[in-house]
C-alpha cells in the first residue's frame, strides 16, 4: 500500500506541470479546443500527417507553448531555491532571492537596457550581476573562515540595498521616453516575451541548478539542524553550503535574467508544499518544484486573460501571495494569538 501512495504521488508531481502546460495551449484571446492542440503537437512529432490551420499552429507551437515551458522552468527554479534557503537558514521568512540575486540581476538588466538595449546582453548582464550578488553576499558574510546563517541573510541584506539603490540610480539616468519604461517593465516580471531562444539560453543554468538541489536535498535535512549538530555528523559544512547556494544561485539567475523580478513564488509555494509533505526536504524539494511550475504557468494564463493588456507577474504574485501568505500563518497558528 505504501508503494502504492508513493507511485500515486511521483505521477502527481509530473502529470502537474504536465496538465498545466497543456491546458495553457488551450486558453487565450484566440481559444483553441484539444483536438486541434493535438493535432498540431502530434504533426510536429511526425505521429500524424494531419496538420491543422497555419494561425494554430504558430499561436500553439511559436507563442503558447514556449511561454508555458518557461513558466514552468522558472517558478519551479524560483520554488525549489526558496525551499532549499529556507531549510538552511532555518527561516521561514527567507526566499531564493534572500542573497540578492533578484536586485543584482535586476541592476544587470537596467544597466544593460541603459548601454546596449539588446536583449541578449541583458540575458548576459543579469544573469552576471545576479551570480556577484550571491558571490558578495558569501564574502560579506564569511567570518573567522566559516559562514553562519545569520551573517549570510545580513550579507545579503547589505547587497540587495546597494543593488537597489544602483537601480535606481540606473533608472535617474534612463531615457524618460524610451528606456525608463523598458527598465520599468523588466523589473515588474513578464513572459510576454517568451521563446525558444530564452529556453535556450536560461535553461541550462536552471536545469543545472534543480538537478544540484536534488542531488543534496537529504542534506538540506542535516543543514536544517544546524551547525554544530552538522559538524557532529561530519558534514564539510563548508562545501556543503556552496553547493547549495551555488545551485539555488544558477537557477535563481537563470529564471530572473529571462523573467524579470517575480516575488512571492519562492516564498509562499514552500510552505504549501510543507503543509503537503512535511519538513523532510527529500519530499519538499521535488514537491515545491511541481507546485511552483503550476503555480506560475497558472499565474501567467490569467495576466493574459484577465484583462485587454497583460499584467506583470511581479503584480500578480504579490497581490495573490501576500493575503494567501496571511491565510497560510493563521492556518498554521490556528489563529492570530
Not at 139 to 151: C, D, E, H, K, W
Not at 202 to 218: E, K
Request: proline share 4%; aromatic share 10%.
Amino acid at each position: 500500500m505504501e508503494k502504492i501512495k508513493k507511485s500515486v504521488f511521483l505521477i502527481s508531481l509530473i502529470a502537474g506541470p504536465i496538465i498545466c502546460i497543456f491546458l495553457s495551449l488551450l486558453l487565450g484571446r484566440y481559444p483553441l479546443d484539444a483536438a486541434t492542440v493535438f493535432t498540431v503537437i502530434f504533426h510536429k512529432l511526425g505521429i500524424t500527417s494531419a496538420s491543422s490551420a497555419d494561425m494554430a499552429t504558430s499561436i500553439v507551437l511559436d507563442i503558447r507553448l514556449p511561454r508555458a515551458l518557461l513558466g514552468a522552468l522558472v517558478g519551479a527554479s524560483l520554488a525549489a531555491s526558496g525551499a532549499a534557503f529556507q531549510g538552511v537558514f532555518r527561516n521561514p521568512l527567507v526566499s531564493s532571492s534572500i542573497l540578492g540575486v533578484s536586485p543584482g540581476a535586476g541592476f544587470g538588466a537596467a544597466l544593460a537596457i541603459l548601454l546596449f538595449n539588446n536583449s541578449f546582453m541583458i540575458y548576459v548582464f543579469a544573469f552576471g550581476f545576479g551570480v556577484l550578488a550571491v558571490f558578495l553576499s558569501y564574502f560579506i558574510g564569511r567570518t573567522y573562515n566559516t559562514t553562519p546563517a545569520v551573517m549570510l541573510v545580513l550579507g545579503g541584506t547589505i547587497v540587495s540595498s546597494v543593488f537597489s539603490a544602483l537601480i535606481s540610480l540606473v533608472k535617474y539616468w534612463a531615457d524618460p521616453y524610451d528606456q525608463l519604461p523598458k527598465i520599468t517593465f523588466w523589473l515588474m516580471g513578464s513572459l510576454a516575451s517568451a521563446s525558444y531562444k530564452d529556453i535556450m539560453i536560461a535553461g541550462a543554468p536552471m536545469l543545472v541548478g534543480i538537478f544540484g538541489l536534488m542531488a543534496i536535498r537529504w542534506r538540506i535535512n542535516i543543514l536544517s539542524m544546524g551547525d554544530k549538530e552538522a559538524k557532529a555528523l561530519g558534514v564539510n559544512l563548508g562545501l556543503l553550503k556552496g553547493i547549495l547556494i551555488s545551485s539555488a544561485t544558477l537557477a535563481t539567475a537563470g529564471a530572473v535574467c529571462v523573467s524579470g523580478v517575480i516575488g512571492w513564488v519562492g516564498l509562499i509555494i514552500p510552505h504549501i508544499s510543507r503543509m503537503l509533505v512535511g519538513n523532510d526536504n527529500r519530499l519538499l524539494i521535488p514537491t515545491s518544484l511541481s507546485i511552483g511550475a503550476c503555480y506560475l504557468v497558472i499565474v501567467d494564463n490569467v495576466s493574459r486573460i484577465l484583462t485587454g493588456s497583460e499584467i506583470p507577474l511581479g503584480i500578480l504574485t504579490a497581490i495573490i501571495g501576500a493575503p494567501f501568505f496571511v491565510y497560510l500563518l493563521k492556518r498554521k497558528a490556528g489563529g492570530w494569538t
